[in-house]
Each structure stands twice: as structure tokens, then as C-alpha cells.
């Protein structure tokens, strides 16, 4: 009698997944900081920000059709992020049964917090996205929804009167502050810096890194809401 055994696929064990969502995440921390430089042409004006629209419209042109580029990145940001939700659901509920019992008096650790803190920032970006592509993206939600004049949208968008929506965008912004210093500290952990004094480096890098990331995507809106970009 022969037995068979199968075998996990490596990328399916707890260390592939752990590399699936190392990969997705810097894909995805890259086109954070492209997006936000992006987004700090606003101060340029609308001339050149718009100049700016165009040309990723234009992107790749005439070998890919308009907006072509954009659609390939769309597509690709989404199986990242996906990827990445993915993998990290895996990775959770593997450790939850592998702890099968809770302790009733077991004392709290930080590690419980910035899970917490993971889980409820991932929900609250996920929505964020979703309506920020039916807003700026499609025009759904834009008071204007002209892709012909995307400084005019954001204007419109992050207006004194929608002031519901800057504060909704703050939440969302900060709460990817928080899942980008856990991410990167632990990152930066796992290459290496796991002495007390490469953990005080790691935290410090990781903090700077989303502390600057918040205020370059923040900047925008409080400057529309201000009356300092119209």
C-alpha cells in the first residue's frame, strides 16, 4: 500500500505568505509616495496640473491606447492590495487557531494593539479607496466629475462647504499612518534589526517615514479647505 502525501505549495506556508505580503507591500508604499508627489503639483497650479493628468493619460502612447496605463496600474494596485488582504487574513486566523485557547487573566501585549490597529486602518483604507476611485477616479461622487479638469475636481472636492469629505479623507490618511509604521518597523525587523538598539532605529525610521507620507497627502485638502489652493 502506497501512501501519498501532499504537499503545501510554498508560497501557500506561513513564510510564502509572509513574502506575498512583503512584495504587494512595497509595490504598494511605491505608488503611495508616486501618488503623493503627484498629488503636490496641485501647488503648481491648474495649468500644470492638469498638464500633469494628461500626460499619464498619455502614458505609453501610441503603444497603448488613452488611459491605458492608468487601467494597467488600476488593475495591478488592485491585485496587490487584494494579495496582500489576502495573505494577511491567512497569516491571522492560522495564528488564532493556533492559540486555541484564550487566557482569562493573560495580560495585554503591544503587539496586540498595532493588530488591532492593522485590522480596523485596513477597513477603514479599503472603504476610503473604494470611494475615493467613485470620487476623483470616475467622477461619481466629484461635484464637477470632469476628467478634462482634474485641479477643478479636487478643488470642488475638498471645498469649505464639503468639509465632511476632508474629514473623512484625515481619517483615512491617518489610519494608513498607523498601518504604514507597523508595516515598515516590521519590515525593517525582519531584515535584520532585532537588537534593542536596531529596534529603536526600526521604530524611528518607520514613525519619520509615515509621520512625512500623512503630511504630504494631507497637505492637499487642508490647503483647498484654507482657501490656499482655489
Same mark, same amino acid.
Given at each position: 500500500? @502506497? ?60 503603444? !497603448? ?25 491567512? !497569516? ?8 486555541? @485557547? ?68 484625515? !481619517? ?34 518607520? !514613525?519619520?517615514?509615515? @509621520? ?7 497637505? @492637499? ?10
Amino acid at each position: 500500500m @502506497v501512501v501519498t502525501t501532499r504537499t503545501r505549495s510554498p508560497i501557500r506556508s506561513n513564510v510564502g505568505l509572509k513574502a506575498v505580503m512583503a512584495v504587494t507591500g512595497i509595490l504598494l508604499v511605491l505608488f503611495l509616495i508616486a501618488h503623493m508627489l503627484g498629488n503636490l503639483k496641485v501647488f503648481t497650479g491648474a495649468m500644470s496640473f492638469n498638464h500633469y493628468a494628461e500626460w499619464l493619460r498619455e502614458l505609453g502612447a501610441p503603444l !497603448l491606447p488613452s488611459a491605458g496605463f492608468l487601467w494597467i496600474q488600476r488593475v495591478g494596485l488592485l491585485a496587490a492590495v487584494l494579495l496582500h488582504i489576502g495573505a494577511a487574513t491567512v !497569516l491571522a486566523l492560522r495564528a488564532r487557531a493556533a492559540r486555541p @485557547v484564550r487566557y482569562a487573566h493573560r495580560k495585554k501585549v503591544r503587539g496586540s494593539y498595532a493588530a488591532r490597529t492593522m485590522r480596523w486602518g485596513g477597513v477603514i483604507i479599503l472603504l476610503f479607496v473604494v470611494y475615493h476611485i467613485l470620487d476623483l477616479t470616475t467622477g461619481t461622487l466629484n461635484p464637477i466629475g470632469d476628467p478634462s479638469r482634474p485641479y477643478a475636481n479636487v478643488v470642488a472636492d475638498f471645498a469649505p462647504a464639503r468639509w465632511y469629505v476632508t474629514l473623512f479623507y484625515t !481619517l483615512a490618511i491617518v489610519a494608513l499612518g498607523f498601518h504604514l509604521r507597523h508595516g515598515v518597523f516590521s519590515a525593517l525587523r525582519s531584515l535584520g534589526q532585532q537588537t534593542p538598539r536596531g529596534e529603536q532605529r526600526a521604530r524611528a525610521v518607520a !514613525l519619520v517615514f509615515a @509621520v512625512a507620507l500623512c503630511a504630504g497627502y494631507l497637505l @492637499v485638502p487642508f490647503a483647498v479647505l484654507t482657501g490656499l489652493v482655489s
